[in-house]
């Protein structure tokens, strides 16, 4: 079995679940591909795994910021390198494609973040960045995610520190990934179905509480912020919109993040593509990956 085995996919398509069957296959461990479970304190709206899973099977890059920091691909990079030196079986597992991408292919040139720089950027309004982006690099303004404030603001940032277009200095990534990267794929309703149950799970298990008891360090953090859940409960929390909107929001902005994720990570070459049904076991689902392995 040669290199890391890689597990993909949307949020809720149960990959989790499969790379910790894997782990207990081949006495493997996991190093998490996810921007928000990186954060301590964002646990049941991120979804980490429980804290009997985590013991289990040994876990990589959660709980390894807190939410004073500003987490990044570069320094996941660096962490998850530092990481796999150290694992005989290491699973990469997670949704996140930038950080697979940046893992596998490189980040180019661009320097690092700076804080007051990324401040400057943040007092504009998001329709102001995207206006400044798109005179400064139509390139990236046409292909970047507009609808993420993280990715906006970056570029920008890349752009004034070096006063040079942000698509110059990018890796020239060929979107291809090695034989052990898998995809968990499912269908359209039952990933929807999946992801409207976990959302009701995470309400019930107190995301509003948690939010409550998070609520001034996330407002002081603009990337942890963004984490899905927590921005629409600062919002009920402020009154915008009641419990059962929130929810509702909640639900809708899981699904459409959800396909973005499947857009990003249909565009890969060389990714072993697995439909998953609904009635499929993860023990099932590993077997069939490392089959291919």
């Not at 309004?125 to 404030?149: G, M, Y």
Request: charged residues 30%; glycine residues 6%; negative net charge.
């Amino acid at each position: 079995m040669g290199g890391p085995i890689c597990i993909a996919g949307p949020t809720a398509s149960g990959k989790s679940a499969v790379a910790i069957k894997i782990a207990e296959r081949l006495q493997g461990e996991i190093i998490s591909v996810d921007s928000m479970q990186v954060y301590r304190g964002l646990d049941i709206g991120t979804a980490k795994p429980s804290e009997a899973e985590q013991a289990g099977i040994p876990h990589h890059l959660i709980e390894c910021a807190g939410l004073e920091e500003t987490y990044d691909a570069a320094r996941f990079v660096r962490e998850a390198t530092a990481a796999e030196r150290k694992i005989e079986r290491p699973i990469y597992c997670g949704g996140t494609g930038l950080y697979f991408q940046a893992w596998l292919e490189g980040l180019g040139e661009s320097p690092p973040a700076d804080a007051a720089v990324r401040a400057e950027i943040e007092a504009k309004s998001h329709e102001e960045q995207l206006v400044e982006l798109k005179a400064a690099d139509t390139e990236t303004f046409e292909r970047i995610d507009q609808q993420n404030p993280r990715r906006v603001v970056r570029a920008l940032e890349v752009i004034r520190l070096t006063g040079k277009p942000y698509s110059e200095q990018r890796a020239e990534w060929q979107n291809t990934v090695p034989s052990n990267f898998f995809l968990i794929e499912r269908e359209r309703e039952d990933l929807r179905a999946r992801i409207e149950a976990r959302v009701e799970a995470m309400f019930a298990a107190g995301l509003v509480e948690e939010t409550c008891s998070l609520r001034a360090a996330l407002e002081d953090n603009r990337v942890a912020q963004q984490a899905l859940g927590y921005r629409q409960v600062i919002g009920y929390l402020q009154g915008e919109q009641d419990l059962p909107n929130t929810v509702a929001m909640v639900k809708s902005r899981t699904w459409q993040f959800a396909r973005r994720q499947k857009t990003w990570f249909r565009r890969l070459q060389g990714a072993v593509r697995l439909s998953v049904s609904a009635d499929e076991a993860p023990a099932e689902t590993a077997r069939r990956i490392l089959s291919h392995c």
